[in-house]
């Protein structure tokens, strides 16, 4: 199957390209006066000479979700035109040890001109690059997570004639040696600015590296939980994305977290972006918002300023989905101590229009008429514009355990099932709320509705009910959903909240466990 090839995001900017460019902080992107979408094999041999690389890094992300590094030194061009051409042989039961068996184990990593970037660790001036992998026809590797997620937005293509977007909301503790001043109240740091916040200045290096690396940040804030523990203390941060196509929102969020841990290595800090890492306090999600636009890139989610039914025929697919949807985003047992009521993490399966207590929300778009920038500012003129593009829908319930390509390409088959179901628009009506469901008043409504897994036991089963609808178009091969289940199933974890409850030591020893999940 050919690279699926989604529309320009480039598109959707409405000024020219080169002012677009200009403050564009890739030093690749300055270079060579290209998006990195158009970055040729020649534009990266241009890169190395210009900017005296001495070295290649190729990575990949492996089957624990974590990116992985194979190095070059340039010995000629020669050399660099062999590598940028062929890719290298790696050793697949290691990468993927559930399914590459030692006898047969060689895969191709061939590397994706447009995710290059200078890293920003190396002493040694390095070119890094993204690779995908192909097996010994010169094939893409099919149970491969990034090649699966290809294969999801080209069926959803394919079935609506529309492309599908996204981009996450990537929360993480970090932490360091506590100090007395300016201290601030316990679960109240957000939007929280220094000197009351400790590593603000730490997350804005992180957001600069970021961007260097080709990542397109939204905004970067101190998040709600703050706490002190063992003399440490605990700052929870989020750095959020731009909309863009779905395999490029995947490459961001894994660059993103390599970015974060070395530098956060480099500082002498702590970082994690596990769901949970202690009891009543907030843990860390990766909230994934979502986009159908068309081939020209406009936005397909509203019409006149509301939510049409293209938005509510992909939340109905959400909705009959979520159960097994965790299966690809809250994989491990610390997922489930997240998701639990009151915790500002969904439990229900419903959705609705900015409500932080349900699992589909909507955020606050900017539909109205008003540019309520000039009502502010009397020197600026009223402009009318179309500002829906900007809406989108955010499933809330996936964390930093997530395998990122394989829950996004999960969302995109959810989705696309929205398409393909009889009854979308009923469904989508019938778990709507309006309300906040903890409530007291709410209890019928609460009781009503179908709930999250509440361990990885469940999630499997969940995705054992619903595997057909990722199966479908050849999107995950059955072998693909065997292993997940068969993983989360290894877990037993299906008493683990009873278990806890009994035994506090247990939950202290699995968050140990899973600290750097991810």
């Not at 590397?111 to 690779?131: D, K, V």
């Not at 690809?328 to 399966?349: C, D, K, M």
């Not at 600026?380 to 319930?397: G, H, I, N, Y």
Request: net charge negative.
């Amino acid at each position: 199957m050919p690279i699926f090839a989604p529309p320009n995001s480039e598109i959707l900017k409405p000024y020219n390209m080169k002012e677009n460019l200009a403050m564009n902080m890739n030093p690749l992107v300055q270079l060579l006066k290209k998006s990195p979408k158009e970055f040729t094999k020649a534009d990266i041999i241009h890169a190395v000479e210009e900017l005296e690389i001495k070295m290649i890094n190729f990575h990949y992300v492996a089957e624990d979700g974590r990116i992985k590094t194979l190095g070059f030194i340039l010995n000629d061009k020669e050399y660099l035109m062999q590598i940028l051409s062929n890719g290298e042989r790696v050793d697949g039961s290691n990468v993927f040890p559930s399914f590459i068996q030692a006898g047969s184990s060689d895969l191709y990593v061939i590397p994706r001109f447009s995710t290059a970037f200078i890293n920003p660790f190396a002493e040694i001036p390095t070119l890094s690059l993204l690779c995908s992998y192909y097996n010994k026809d010169g094939k893409p590797l099919e149970n491969s997570p990034e090649y699966i997620l290809r294969k999801a937005c080209k069926s959803f293509t394919d079935v609506t004639g529309f492309y599908f977007q996204a981009m996450g909301e990537l929360e993480y503790y970090v932490i360091g040696d506590a100090e007395d001043l300016y201290t601030i109240p316990d679960q109240k740091g957000y939007h929280e600015s220094a000197p009351f916040t400790k590593f603000e200045a730490f997350r804005a290096e992180c957001m600069y590296n970021i961007a260097k690396a080709g990542g397109m940040i939204k905004y970067g804030h101190s998040e709600v939980g703050n706490f002190t523990m063992d003399g440490k203390i605990y700052e929870q941060n989020e750095i959020e994305f731009l909309v863009t196509d779905a395999v490029e929102a995947a490459n961001q969020l894994i660059i993103a977290k390599w970015i974060i841990r070395n530098l956060a290595y480099q500082y002498g800090l702590d970082v994690t972006f596990a769901p949970k890492i202690t009891k009543g306090k907030a843990g860390s999600g990766l909230h994934i918002h979502t986009r159908v636009v068309d081939a020209n890139g406009k936005n397909q989610y509203v019409t006149k300023g509301k939510l049409n039914s293209v938005a509510h025929t992909a939340i109905a697919g959400y909705m009959t989905c979520a159960g097994s949807l965790t299966a690809f985003g809250n994989t491990n047992p610390t997922s489930y101590f997240r998701l639990v009521p009151h915790q500002e993490a969904p439990t229900s399966i419903c959705w609705g229009d900015r409500n932080r207590s349900v699992l589909v929300r909507v955020p606050l778009g900017w539909t109205h008429k008003n540019d309520i920038v000039a009502d502010l500012n009397p020197l600026e003129k009223a402009v009318k514009e179309d500002r829906s593009q900007k809406q989108t829908v955010e499933f809330r319930c996936p964390d930093g355990s997530a395998d990122i390509y394989l829950l996004i390409a999960g969302l995109v088959c959810a989705a696309r099932h929205g398409f393909e179901m009889e009854g979308a628009l009923d469904f989508a009506k019938k778990t709507y709320v309006d309300v906040n469901i903890h409530k007291a008043e709410n209890a019928e409504l609460l009781n009503s509705l179908a709930q999250l897994p509440t361990s990885c036991w469940e999630s499997a089963d969940e995705l054992s009910r619903n595997r057909v609808i990722f199966e479908n178009h050849g999107v995950f091969n059955r072998e693909m959903i065997d292993d997940i289940v068969k993983r989360l199933k290894s877990f037993k974890d299906q008493n683990i909240r009873k278990e806890i409850e009994k035994k506090p030591e247990v939950m202290d020893q699995l968050v140990h466990d899973y600290f750097y999940c991810g």
